[in-house]
């Protein structure tokens, strides 16, 4: 357990960073510069995140609302709970100018690009919950792709947010959750191979 | 017309441009990196480009592959025939780097964000065209929000480039379209406003 002072220090450093990252970006990210901007002794830094990566990836986990897995009985009312505190939360959040910059740094720099697919699979644990107890109820067939199911439903939020860079709002969402709901139930009534449709 | 030794060097400060993005980013980018990655002068750069940003813009246009917009009598067959040719020029394109710099740019530079702005209206532009002929055959109802039709059909794509950065593969792109096409004609179907269902 920390103490409460090295945690008030990593508290003002995860926030230094996260500032500089909106700022610069995750690749022009220095411990130096988390140093001076929150008053946090470098030494104290290395001793919370002995790498640069493990820095970054906190300070990215930190800027994300956690939401938490709804169970509210349906596909339907999980979804639009889990995305629903999301759109309430978009306006506040520093994630939508951290995020891009993460992708950029993962293309380039192969350590962030491993930080951004541990991320990744986190960040997408709660919708494959969300699908396996609709499966169990039979809202859902059993043999779905897992990367259709996730783009399907996640893919038209992060396109909006990161292309349009502007906040998600409830109606989008509930236009996009209707489209992929339904498009993936209605796999179910086919319930044919792909290859013979 | 360009003349052909100005099309030659329009053609080498591109290429050294779309290479200087992809190795340093969108925001780290300057005319004198690419006169002299290019060897062409930056007097010539400046004629050709008077602002960055536009230099930027013709880049990213540059990197796309142009795919034109299909016409195949279906939604289903023009939409497959669409993201086809991007899947089978994913593997070589530099656009899966290109595209995160800019989006990470775009937020810190409202130049660039316009110039963003911009690419996503002309990017979108076939969608909406295959989307307005499969309204007029009666394959999707006439009222549909574009923006939720432009995210269902282009977002999961989207999503699995820049989360994964994953060549997109065509099983993945099929499941994606099953999804939409299914959903949004579901939404025909039901053919009733949103908040009554």
């Not at 493990?54 to 897995?69: K, M």
């Not at 959750?177 to 009534?189: E, K, M, Q, Y």
Request: with cysteine.
């Amino acid at each position: 357990m920390a103490r409460p002072r090295s945690e008030e220090a990593r508290r003002k450093a995860l926030t230094a960073a996260a500032d500089l990252i909106v700022e610069r970006g995750v690749g022009n990210l220095t411990i130096e510069e988390v140093a001076a901007r929150s008053g946090v002794a470098k030494t104290t830094i290395y001793r919370h995140w002995p790498e640069r990566a493990t820095l970054i990836l906190d300070t990215v986990r930190d800027s994300f609302l956690h939401v938490g897995t709804p169970d509210t009985g349906s596909l339907r009312g999980d979804l639009e709970a889990f995305f629903g505190r999301m759109v309430r939360a978009d306006l506040s959040g520093q994630v939508g100018q951290i995020m891009p910059s993460l992708l950029d740094a993962a293309g380039r720099d192969p350590e962030i690009g491993l930080l951004l697919d541990q991320l990744t699979l986190e960040r997408q644990r709660p919708i494959l919950e969300i699908i396996s107890r609709a499966q169990e109820r039979g809202e859902l067939p059993a043999d779905l792709d897992t990367r259709v199911v996730v783009g399907t439903i996640v893919g038209p939020i992060v396109f909006r947010k990161l292309a349009w860079r502007q906040p998600i709002d409830a109606a989008y969402v509930k236009g996009c959750l209707d489209v992929a709901i339904a498009g993936l139930a209605s796999l179910s009534r086919q319930n044919l191979p792909s290859a013979a449709r």
